[in-house]
């Protein structure tokens, strides 16, 4: 059965660090694109990142360029997104997904989600 689960999540002051993990079983990561959404309370759900097949490329929402960066781990068939520089308006759940050989900004192109991990920045 294909799954994805996510972990790293937690509480961190604002201009801190997490990295955030994205561990596929039951199939190979490196056979997808692989996005990162994140949903804030009362919000949609928005586009963070993604890392395609194809070539590697990477693409990150505008307000995350140059504190979020995405990668991936084919050994361990896991995808990760390290995220500094951290902003309270960064708070929400931390969703990854599967699609494709190519990334998209939107969410309802991919098929396989993971259940979620909860990021809060807070002092």
């Known amino acids: 059965q294909l799954q994805l689960v996510e972990s790293g999540g937690g509480l961190v002051q604002p201009g801190g660090s997490l990295r955030l993990s994205c561990a596929a079983s039951?199939?190979?990561?490196?056979?997808?694109?692989i996005g990162w959404f994140r949903q804030a309370p009362g919000k949609e759900r928005e586009g963070v990142s993604c890392?395609?097949?194809?070539?590697?490329?990477?693409y990150y929402a505008d307000s995350m360029k140059g504190r979020f960066t995405i990668s991936r781990d084919n050994a361990k068939n896991t995808v990760y997104l390290q995220m500094n520089s951290l902003k309270p308006e960064d708070t929400a759940v931390y969703y990854c997904?599967?699609?494709?050989?190519?990334?998209?900004?939107?969410?309802?192109?991919?098929?396989?989600w993971g259940q979620g991990t909860q990021v809060t920045v807070s002092s």
């Open positions: 890392i395609s097949n194809s070539d590697g490329s990477t």
């Open positions: 039951g199939f190979t990561l490196d056979y997808y694109a």
């Open positions: 997904a599967a699609r494709g050989v190519l990334c998209s900004s939107l969410q309802y192109d991919y098929a396989y």
